[in-house]
């Protein structure tokens, strides 16, 4: 578990339920529904939605859009999903880009917190290629203090992949963490943390940047 985060994962999980029931703006319930769940919990949606999208169109029809929030557990009525998708099908199409949804979605960060979860991508990204893999962390972070792997349980391997798992998305862990899944996991915590300050001297803390 990274530094900090259980601990803002369950604060922002107890604050969201408590903010659901102050506000009717449908995007902002579903937000909180995800923020719910965790940090991750806008990403596992992103998942199921990605899951669903069998012709790869990145794109999703009311019938899947409905589908997905059913099979994420999300208990949403027929009117309020049929206004959020509306929301984002601009165009009248019948269809919505999954992408932009997840974007809108997940809570609105300042430039300042984006940078700052960038210049940690940028120090785990070893080989610049816009994906943080086992590769990258051999260069970055030692495996060695880990208790798993003190005891035996784990090898150097192993312990890196746990690490991945913490960014990578719920139902679809392949031990790549994209930018995206970075950004959206941080989106999770920086939704607990009030100040910009704070959350700055967090992640330079956790990631000694």
Known sequence: QMPGTARHDREMAI???RNLSKTTDPIERLRLKCL??????????GKVF?????????????KEFVKGLNDYAMMIDKEEAQEIFQIFDKDGSGTIDFDEFL?????PMSNARKEIIMQAFRKLDKTGDGVITIEDLRGVYN???HPKYQNGDWTEDQVFRAFLDNFDSPYDKDGKVTTEEFMNYYAGVSASIDTD???????????KL
Do not use: C, E
Not at 50 to 62: P, V
Not at 197 to 207: E, L
């Open 36 to 45: 719910a769940r965790g940090s991750a919990g806008i990403k596992g949606l």
């Open 197 to 207: 300050v704070y959350f700055i001297i967090m992640m330079k803390n956790a990631w």
């Open 50 to 62: 990605r899951i669903m999208d069998d012709d790869n169109s990145r794109t999703l029809d009311f």
């Open 15 to 17: 604050q969201a339920k």
């Open 103 to 107: 974007i809108t979605l997940r809570p």
């Open 143 to 145: 495996a060695k203090h």
